[in-house]
Each structure stands twice: as structure tokens, then as C-alpha cells.
């Protein structure tokens, strides 16, 4: 197979193997299982959450959040435009619809923006949206002190988009802050389980109903009886297994990250047209992908640095492409606090100026050398 330093390979604990067998070995090869129920106690007690749920994936998590929320049929979700679209296609699976925000300079959903549209509805007397996500970019914790004040002042509930961000904290350290967040599971997750996801809360009630939904709505009876519709997105007992031999290393995972961008950022920062993406803005980031910003002195573009890396055998990745610029959504609604042709929004800065770079756990110092040598390069020829 050809080399190649990859974006966020799966990284390895060590005890996965050994987990899976026992996994097997306990006959438990089902969707539930002992090692689902550890896997959502360990959660907890990493995140501080008192109530979660393992699921089939983050996508899953988030449908379950929003059908929880009580969102349906022609209802309005706040959410930023610069996600993944697993982070907002499950607002379209309530058959509800999205209403994009710009994000603010750490890059997360603009919160003063949100709160200027939540006084305008009200005002107008219009329907308040029966949800906002808010997602934690690239690790970095959004603002979740002002998210939870939001929630308290308008009664709408907050899902923390935080698929990428296992392990970051608000302002005080405090991993747990905001009602209700889910996570991935994916392979380029800072955990993964190969595919699966987790709704953690404070509320009992939620998580309680998105478990009943996340197993077919089945009632407690003998027989098959169904009042609602439900889904199938438990998390296997196999997957399980693996999640618990991943989390059992997420600090020295974080260290890793946070080495991994600190030597970016000293050997690549000072370079002139040279950036990073902002860290730290609310709370402390897990920093899952560290990612590079060429600005308008730069010599060289994002996709021309792309390109000349992957000649080399590096993957890098642009920046999430923003969710109102995207064909699927053409025709929603859109929010920056810029005015229309002033500045560009930030989300679209982001996406136009960024390129994530190489941050894997595995990724060695000597792979990493060659990653910082062959942007240098680039940046001088
Ligand atoms: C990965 C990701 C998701 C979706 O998680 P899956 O487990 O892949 O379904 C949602 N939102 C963001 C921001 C993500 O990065």
C-alpha cells in the first residue's frame, strides 16, 4: 500500500482486542448488553453527565435529541452553518426545518446573533424555535454559559453538537455544562467504536424517552406494542467493548492533540499569511484537528497547499463547507452579524482560507517533521 499520513486514523489503546473477545465470549453479541451499560457508566463519570445513552451513531444522538425536544413537522432549529451535515440532517428527518447562524471569532455559533433573533421572534409574535445545536468546532467548546442563560431566558432547548469534542470544557473547566450534548464515535473521532454515538444529559426525562425511541418505542408488554414510532439506534454490545478500551486513554489523547498543534503552530505560526484557528475562546478545546489558515498575504492557496501535500502522501481536508452554500439547503435562511456584501461571513473566511491538517494520536514527531518541512517548502517556493 502506498504511504500515507492520514488526517485521523482510528488510534489504538491497546485493550480493544482483548475487550471484543470477552464481548464474545459473554454471548452478548447484541444490540444491548453489560458492556453498553459500563460504556454509559464510564461516560458519565469521564463527562460528569449523570444520564446517557449509547447509539448507533452521533447522527442517530441528534435525531433522538431533537424528537425528544418535541420537534416536528414545519418547526424552526437554530444552528450554525459551519458543521458537519451530521449535525443538522436529523433536524430534516423531524421534517422540521434549519435556520443557519454565522459563527463568531472562535469560529462557533455566533451567540449574540442568536439571542438578537430570538427578541425578534418573540416580538413579532412568531413561533420560537423548538431547538438550537450548538456545535463544538474542530474541539473548541462553544459558548456555553451564554447557551445556558439562552435557555433559561427563551425556554428553547440547547443540543451541544459535540461530535468532535469529547473531553473540552467551558471557562471553568466543567465538561458538563450545557442540559443536553451528543458525540461521535466515528473512525476520525478523538474515540471511536467505529461507528456509534452517545446522548449525555441532565434531564433524566429525555434521556429516558430517547432510549424508549431508540429501541422501537416497544411498550412494556409481553407482546409487541407500539404507541409512536421508533427507531433502531442502539449501540451493539460489541462496539460497546471497544468504546470502553478507548475511552480508558482519552486524557494522554488529548495531550497528544494539544502536542500535536502546539508544534504546528510554533514551527508554521509566525510565518507571514500563516494562522491558526482560535483555541481557547470559551473554554478549553480537545483540539481533534488543528487547522492551519493561510490569509490573504499568503503566497499560496488552501487548495494549492492541499494539493502539493497530497503528491506527498499527506491528507489535509478543507474546513467544513458552510451549510447555507450547500445545494441541499439552498434557500435557508442565513445569519451574519456582517451586512450583506460588507464583509464575507466568517464561516465562509473559514471554509475558503483553512485546511486541516495531519493530528492524529499516531501521528510521530518524524511524520509530523515531514508534514511542517513540506508546508515550509511550499509556503517558499
Ligand atoms: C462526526 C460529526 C457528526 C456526526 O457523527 P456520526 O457519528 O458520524 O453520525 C455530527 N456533527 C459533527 C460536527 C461531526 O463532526
Known amino acids: 500500500m502506498k504511504y500515507r499520513i492520514h488526517l485521523s486514523p482510528p488510534h489504538l489503546s491497546g485493550t480493544e482486542t482483548e475487550m471484543v473477545a470477552r464481548a464474545m465470549e459473554s454471548g452478548y453479541i447484541a444490540p444491548l448488553g453489560p458492556f453498553v451499560d459500563e460504556f454509559e457508566e464510564k461516560f458519565c463519570k469521564y463527562t460528569g453527565y449523570p444520564y446517557a445513552l449509547a447509539v448507533s451513531s452521533g447522527t442517530a444522538a441528534l435525531h433522538l435529541a431533537l424528537l425528544a425536544s418535541g420537534v416536528s413537522r414545519g418547526d424552526i432549529v437554530f444552528s450554525p452553518s459551519m458543521t458537519f451535515i451530521g449535525g443538522v440532517s436529523p ?51 462553544c459558548d456555553y ?14 443540543i451541544v453538537d459535540a461530535a468532535e469534542s469529547l473531553g473540552a470544557s467551558d471557562r471553568y473547566g466543567k ?15 478523538i474515540i471511536t467504536t467505529s461507528s456509534g454515538g452517545m ?22 408488554y ?24 478507548q475511552l480508558s486513554d482519552i486524557e494522554a489523547r488529548i ?37 492551519i489558515i493561510l490569509n490573504s498575504e499568503s503566497r499560496i492557496s488552501p487548495e494549492f497547499l492541499r494539493v502539493t501535500l497530497e503528491e506527498k502522501g499527506i491528507e489535509t481536508r478543507p474546513v467544513w463547507k458552510p451549510m447555507h452554500l450547500q445545494p441541499v439547503f439552498s434557500g435557508a435562511k442565513f ?18 482560507r483553512g485546511l486541516c491538517l495531519p493530528s492524529g494520536c499516531g501521528l510521530s514527531e518524524a511524520e509530523q517533521e515531514f508534514v511542517i518541512s513540506s508546508i515550509q517548502k511550499a509556503l517558499y517556493k
Not at 409512536?228 to 460489541?238: A, E, K, V
Open 91 to 141: 433536524v430534516y428527518f423531524c421534517s422540521a426545518k434549519a435556520w443557519f447562524f454565522d459563527s463568531d471569532e472562535s469560529w462557533t455559533i455566533d451567540v449574540n446573533l442568536v439571542k438578537e433573533k430570538l427578541f425578534a421572534v418573540e416580538k413579532s409574535g412568531a413561533d420560537k424555535p423548538k431547538a438550537i445545536i450548538a456545535t463544538d468546532i474542530y474541539g473548541m467548546a
Open 145 to 158: 454559559e451564554a447557551l445556558c442563560q439562552i435557555e433559561k431566558d427563551f425556554g428553547v432547548n440547547v
Open 175 to 189: 465538561r458538563n455544562s450545557p442540559k443536553t450534548a451528543f458525540y461521535s464515535f466515528n473512525g476520525n473521532k
Open 199 to 220: 446522548l449525555a444529559s441532565h434531564d433524566k426525562n429525555l434521556i429516558d424517552y430517547a432510549k424508549h425511541l431508540s429501541r422501537q418505542a416497544r411498550e412494556p
Open 222 to 245: 409481553p407482546y409487541y406494542q407500539h404507541n409512536t414510532i421508533g427507531h433502531n439506534y442502539r449501540m451493539s454490545n460489541i462496539l460497546a467493548a471497544i468504546g470502553i478500551a
Open 255 to 291: 495531550e497528544r492533540k494539544k502536542t500535536i498543534f502546539q508544534r504546528y503552530k510554533n514551527a508554521l505560526g509566525t510565518i507571514p499569511g500563516v494562522e491558526f484557528m482560535p483555541c481557547g475562546v470559551y473554554g478549553e478545546s480537545n483540539y481533534w484537528l488543528s487547522v
Open 335 to 352: 445569519f451574519s452579524k456582517f451586512e450583506l456584501g460588507a464583509n464575507p461571513p466568517i464561516c465562509e473566511i473559514a471554509f475558503e
